[in-house]
């Protein structure tokens, strides 16, 4: 798979200063693969790899994640800040989703999550520019997603429903385990008709690393 290392390295550069300016940056990097890439109950391509890069200042947070979607590569770009008080925590930001083949176009999202304990929710609201017949004249057509999350000792259970110029609603059910340096995971994804074009059940299982970067 081609990773987008030209965006890597921006989203490196631009932290640098961020790194400099706070004595508690933490940078990760994550690299894995699935039998089956699904979002928000979507297929997207049988056997993906992906990897990312994630830096954190404080509440303040941002970084990118690239995955194999068969014709090119998905690059996520992203940023917000988030903040915890005791058992509850929020955060707000942003997420830009590019493509460098035809395999979509672009996703532009501001973020709002929220969580208290075992329970979590997210409310996003975004333009997606599609692309007509006449490249030279795009629709941008907004859609809403709404999930909540319940998840306890590495199982979890979700539900998300779209709105606006996307319709229909999935659920998923998996269990992530960890095995030495590895993450182990298995999911079953069930989406409905208006999301799809037909009800679908579907079983994935991947593999997942993610490791500290040193940046002292």
Same mark, same amino acid.
């Given at each position: 798979?081609?990773?987008?290392?030209?965006?890597?390295?921006?989203?490196?550069?631009?932290?640098?200063?961020?790194?400099?300016?706070?004595?508690?940056?933490?940078?990760?990097?994550?690299?894995?693969?699935?039998?089956?890439?699904?979002?928000?109950?979507?297929?997207?391509?049988?056997?993906?790899?992906?990897?990312?890069?994630?830096?954190?200042?404080?509440?303040?947070?941002?970084?990118?994640?690239?995955?194999?979607?068969?014709?090119?590569? @998905?690059?996520? /770009? *992203? !940023?917000? +800040? $988030? =903040?915890?008080?005791?058992? %509850?925590?929020?955060?707000?930001?942003?997420?830009? #989703?590019?493509?460098?083949?035809?395999?979509?176009?672009?996703?532009?999202?501001?973020?709002?999550?929220?969580?208290?304990?075992?329970?979590?929710?997210?409310?996003?609201?975004?333009?997606?520019?599609?692309?007509?017949?006449?490249?030279?004249?795009?629709?941008?057509?907004?859609?809403?997603?709404?999930?909540?999350?319940?998840? @306890?000792?590495? /199982? *979890? !259970?979700? +539900? $998300? =429903?779209?709105?606006?110029? %996307?319709?229909?609603?999935?659920?998923?059910?998996? #269990?992530?385990?960890?095995?030495?340096?590895?993450?182990?995971?298995?999911?079953?994804?069930?989406?409905?008709?208006?999301?799809?074009?037909?009800?679908?059940?579907?079983?994935?299982?991947?593999?997942?690393?993610?490791?500290?970067?040193?940046?002292?």
């Amino acid at each position: 798979m081609k990773m987008s290392i030209g965006l890597v390295a921006v989203v490196a550069v631009l932290a640098t200063p961020l790194v400099g300016a706070a004595q508690d940056a933490e940078l990760s990097a994550n690299v894995g693969v699935v039998s089956e890439y699904f979002y928000r109950g979507i297929f997207q391509k049988g056997s993906s790899a992906s990897a990312g890069l994630d830096l954190a200042v404080g509440n303040v947070y941002l970084g990118t994640w690239a995955a194999d979607v068969g014709d090119g590569n @998905e690059v996520d /770009l *992203y !940023a917000g +800040f $988030g =903040t915890e008080v005791e058992d %509850f925590s929020v955060s707000v930001g942003g997420t830009a #989703y590019l493509y460098t083949g035809d395999f979509d176009q672009t996703y532009l999202e501001g973020n709002l999550n929220a969580g208290y304990k075992a329970i979590s929710a997210e409310f996003s609201y975004g333009r997606h520019d599609l692309v007509q017949a006449v490249p030279a004249d795009p629709e941008n057509e907004t859609y809403w997603f709404l999930s909540a999350t319940v998840e @306890e000792a590495g /199982l *979890y !259970a979700t +539900f $998300g =429903t779209f709105g606006k110029a %996307f319709d229909g609603e999935y659920y998923e059910a998996g #269990y992530t385990l960890s095995v030495g340096d590895l993450d182990l995971s298995a999911a079953w994804i069930f989406s409905t008709e208006d999301l799809v074009g037909a009800n679908d059940h579907t079983l994935v299982f991947g593999i997942s690393h993610t490791f500290g970067i040193d940046i002292d």
